[in-house]
């Protein structure tokens, strides 16, 4: 069974960076899209950034456009998350998810079934 595994949060002052990743561990099919979401208190999840497994097409919410970075390590099973120029409206609980096919909208929650437990982001100013 596949399981995704998040690491790298933390808590930074504005400005700041961190890097998140998402580790993919056990057998099973392969997963063509990987989606990282966040979810601050009182607010709705929202799609960050997801990357195409196979073309290595990447997609950013307006928000993060410019300061975050979404990649690929095959090698390591693992997919990267790039955190730059921080601010605290990023502070959220950072979760990965993924699933065997790919939904219409990159961004769309529901459309994947493999979540990990999520890695805190907390941004200091």
């Known amino acids: 069974q596949v399981q995704l595994v998040e690491s790298g949060g933390g808590s930074v002052e504005v400005g700041g960076s961190l890097t998140l990743s998402c580790t993919r561990s056990?057998?099973?099919?392969?997963?063509?899209?990987v989606v990282w979401f966040r979810q601050a208190p009182g607010k709705e999840r929202e799609g960050v950034a997801g990357i195409y497994t196979g073309s290595l097409i990447t997609k950013y919410a307006d928000s993060v456009k410019g300061r975050f970075t979404v990649s690929l390590d095959n090698t390591r099973n693992t997919v990267y998350l790039q955190m730059n120029g921080l601010n605290p409206e990023d502070t959220a609980m950072y979760s990965c998810?993924?699933?065997?096919?790919?939904?219409?909208?990159?961004?769309?929650?529901?459309?994947?079934?493999?979540w990990g437990q999520g890695t805190q982001v907390t941004v200091t100013s």
């Open positions: 998810a993924a699933d065997t096919s790919c939904p219409l909208l990159w961004d769309n929650a529901p459309g994947y079934r493999i």
């Open positions: 056990g057998y099973g099919r392969t997963l063509p899209c």
